[in-house]
């Protein structure tokens, strides 16, 4: 919001430039970028891999964990009281440790995440200036509350991005 403001006045002021009838204006469409681009699209398949093992195993501690409730509530009443004991312990101690490596998958995956994203941007970023520089641009966006689709050059970039992949 605070750039959005901060660069109104600027465009204003070049719209009322005579240097606007050779002023070059881009937009690129960031997440349009990170969910179309092949090196994105590679990310995603490299953390499915790398954390497809955890994932699995979580979801068998969480499929034990309901039927080790299931059973508790099922045989509670015909159990005797430290057999039940032992079973509620061994139930929120399993309980704990899912949890446990539950929130380590979310934070190890969401850094991952950000690994591969701020590569993925790092890279874009390159192949726009690039474009930039090669189609005499003055100006490059990624942010716009809204923007004309003539001076969306997202495609572009995209296709510089999967030309860049097979390098």
């Known amino acids: 919001m605070k750039r959005t403001i901060f660069m109104a006045p600027l465009l204003l002021a070049l719209a009322a430039s005579p240097a606007l009838a050779e002023f070059k204006l881009g937009f690129v ?8 681009s092949p ?32 059973s508790l509530e099922k045989n509670a009443v015909t159990m005797a009281e430290s057999e039940r004991r032992t079973r509620e ?10 949890q ?11 850094l991952r995440q950000n690994e591969e994203m701020a590569a993925i941007f790092e890279r874009a970023n390159r192949v726009i200036k690039q ?3 090669a189609e005499k641009f ?15 050059i997202t ?8 030309a860049d992949a097979g390098k």
Do not use: H, T
């Open 29 to 36: 469409n960031g997440q349009r970028v990170v969910n179309e």
């Open 39 to 70: 090196q994105a699209k590679r990310a995603k398949q490299r953390l499915e891999k790398e954390f497809e093992k955890r994932d699995q195993e979580l979801q068998q501690i969480s499929k034990r964990l309901q039927s080790m409730q299931e």
């Open 89 to 98: 312990r061994e139930f929120n101690d399993l309980n704990r440790d899912f």
């Open 100 to 110: 446990r490596k539950q929130r380590e998958f979310r934070e190890d995956l969401n």
């Open 131 to 133: 474009i930039a520089e």
């Open 138 to 152: 003055d100006l490059i966006v990624q942010e716009a509350v809204y923007f004309s689709p003539r001076i969306d």
């Open 155 to 162: 495609d572009k970039v995209i296709r510089a991005l999967a």
